[in-house]
């Protein structure tokens, strides 16, 4: 089983829409989480971190289920612009970064 | 505003051949890593470091060596190149891999072996 799995879509959805990615983690030790943003040919950039409690950032809501050892991030009112790959990263204290694959989102006119 | 900055951001090379991706960093952070991307296999930890002096391997590193004699560079050499090193490169870095701490990415190199 892999550290980290996502769903690698893609995800097609109509601009106005509300759409939501899951990530999973094997690790139980696993202290820091986050979600990156890649667009087409270019490098992975920090979204947003998740905190225990959730949080959220304008359209973007992530929270964490530490017991199912899993996060999520929910897009609001889609724009064309939110088209990307997004990645979930998770963080052992003291170990390496361990990135999902990335599930792809495609926002349409 | 450089953060971290790699070089080449394209390179073709022969079957054979070897090269060096340049990685630097400018925010003095202990951690530096070198990831592969692949279609369809998401980032692969190649190298990794986490202080000068200090070298580790990550996850496929056969076929590449690092070094890192200051906390500003990290670079990747290619030994031997291979049509299966054709990739895109990034080096990242961050303060340490600690509770909150996030980890951030060169533009990559794409690199081509034929």
């Known amino acids: 089983r892999k550290e980290v799995e996502q769903d690698p879509g893609p995800f097609n959805v109509p601009e106005g829409a509300t759409v939501a990615f899951n990530c999973t983690y094997s690790n139980s030790a696993s202290q820091s989480f986050f979600w990156y943003r890649q667009d087409c040919r270019k490098e992975p950039k920090l979204l947003m971190s998740v905190y225990s409690s959730g949080n959220e950032d304008g359209r973007f809501t992530a929270q964490l289920n530490r017991a199912s050892q899993y996060i999520s991030l929910l897009i609001r009112d889609s724009k064309l612009s939110d088209s990307a790959t997004y990645l979930c990263v998770v963080i052992v204290y003291g170990q390496n970064f361990v990135f999902g694959p990335g599930t792809r989102l495609s926002v349409l006119p | 505003n450089a953060g971290v900055t790699q070089t080449p951001k394209f390179q073709v090379l022969k079957t054979g051949q070897s090269m060096t991706l340049q990685c630097a960093q400018d925010?003095?952070?202990?951690?530096m890593s070198w990831y592969r991307q692949d279609p369809g296999m998401g980032l692969r930890l190649i190298h990794y470091?986490?202080?000068?002096?200090?070298?580790d391997q990550g996850e496929v590193p056969n076929g590449y060596n690092v070094s890192r004699s200051t906390t500003e560079d990290f670079p990747l050499r290619l030994l031997s190149a291979a049509p299966s090193q054709t990739s895109v490169y990034f080096c990242?870095?961050?303060?340490?891999?600690?509770?909150?701490?996030?980890?951030?990415f060169g533009e990559g190199s794409w690199l081509t072996v034929v």
């Open positions: 925010m003095n952070h202990e951690y």
């Open positions: 470091s986490v202080g000068a002096g200090i070298t």
């Open positions: 990242a870095s961050s303060p340490w891999t600690g509770s909150g701490n996030t980890i951030y």
